[in-house]
């Protein structure tokens, strides 16, 4: 049982190019989430997934894409990287939504992107 | 959408109690309240969470108030391993978490 993997673990990028950062979770979630965290900041929602097939906006979406095919992954696009999304990129899951009920989130070790 | 204040950062001594408060005055009341924990150079681990009651694990305690506008994280004795950001953390867009800025604990051997 390998939890949330995230891949890769760094990554440098020229601005313009594009990329997928991936996570991948074997704990049959249906809620996956990708979070980035800027220095000395909490943890801020790019995207979320409530299920395979369903993606939905977080508080901050732009410049990112997602998509959910199959229960255990959940891509996140990079379209034209820009400086300002130089960060580090966490995934989570869940079994159900934090608030309905009683339930743990996992997260990732997370993905340390830089952007020149 | 409900929102968390915590102090910016606490110092304890090791193998002392620590309690780390938390205000989420606008909490609605079927909210769970959540804390977690983040390592240096690592994502977020669970810690503990609540609704109405005090709970109890393993890792630590979380009291509540009775009109559930604030809550305390208490670590009963604080190790270097407890050298963290903690989160205090209630359900957001989605039934996602809102993450503040934490507390940073800095334990003192």
């Known amino acids: 049982n390998a939890g949330v993997t995230q891949t890769p673990k760094f990554q440098v990028l020229k601005t313009g190019q594009s990329m997928t950062l991936q996570c991948a979770q074997d704990m049959n979630h249906e809620y996956m989430s990708w979070y980035r965290q800027d220095p000395g900041m909490g943890l801020r929602l790019i995207h979320y997934?409530?299920?395979?097939?369903?993606?939905d906006q977080g508080e901050v979406p732009n410049g990112y894409n997602v998509s959910r095919s199959t229960t255990e992954d959940f891509p996140l696009r990079l379209l034209s990287a820009a400086p300002s999304q130089t960060s580090v990129y966490f995934c989570?899951?869940?079994?159900?939504?934090?608030?309905?009920?009683?339930?743990?989130?996992?997260f990732g070790q997370g993905t340390r992107l830089t952007v020149v | 959408d409900a929102k968390t204040t915590q102090p910016n950062s606490m110092e304890s001594n090791e193998e002392e109690p620590v309690h780390l408060p938390c205000n989420h005055s606008?909490?609605?009341?079927?909210?769970?309240i959540h804390w977690y924990r983040q390592l240096p150079s690592q994502g977020p681990e669970y810690v503990i969470h609540?609704?109405?009651s005090n709970v109890n694990n393993r890792m630590a305690s979380l009291a509540i108030a009775e009109d559930r506008k604030s809550s305390t994280l208490i670590l009963h004795r604080a190790t270097l391993r407890d050298a963290a950001v903690y989160y205090c953390?209630?359900?957001?867009?989605?039934?996602?978490?809102?993450f503040g800025t934490g507390t940073s604990l800095t334990v003192i051997p």
């Open positions: 997934s409530v299920g395979a097939g369903i993606t």
């Open positions: 606008t909490i609605s009341g079927t909210d769970y």
């Open positions: 609540g609704l109405t």
């Open positions: 989570a899951s869940s079994l159900t939504g934090v608030a309905v009920r009683s339930t743990e989130a996992f």
């Open positions: 953390i209630l359900p957001n867009t989605g039934n996602q978490f809102y």
